[in-house]
């Protein structure tokens, strides 16, 4: 019982390491007009298991009414430094996508998709 215990734990270890990694400030990409926004990302309130994103600064014409609306929600930690299983929210078209993400130092990048088609976006570490 003890070596399944410990098996357990170290097959969690790696998820839990992402969860705390992918924690900050994030830039969008900006768009062809120059928009772009913050996302605070990190644990979803009620469950610590998952990751959300919420939008905390719009900027270069973004619309402003979107700060503090979620973007990203309930992502799941896939091995070391990838997420899937989640949602996000792409304020451009006001559209809801099946979401992944995966970070490579300061750089993540997040992808949405309907059906077989997908598009997404590098977003870069603010703090």
Not at 29 to 41: F, M, N, P, R
Not at 67 to 92: H, L, S, T, V, Y
Request: aromatic share 8%; net charge negative; glycine share 10%.
């Amino acid at each position: 019982m003890k070596k399944i215990i410990a098996i357990t734990a170290l097959v969690a270890l790696p998820l839990t390491v992402s969860a705390q990694e992918i924690n900050g400030t994030w830039q969008t990409a900006v768009s062809d007009d120059g928009a772009y926004l913050h996302v605070e990302i990190g644990a979803c309130d009620g469950n610590a298991a998952l990751v959300c994103g919420t939008i905390t600064a719009a900027f270069a014409g973004a619309t402003a009414d979107n700060i503090g609306k979620p973007i990203i929600w309930d992502m799941q930690a896939r091995g070391e430094n990838r997420w899937r299983r989640g949602q996000i929210w792409a304020p451009d078209d006001d559209k809801t996508y099946r979401a992944s993400m995966s970070l490579n130092g300061d750089s993540l990048e997040v992808e949405g998709c309907v059906a077989v088609f997908c598009r997404g976006q590098v977003w870069t570490r603010v703090n």
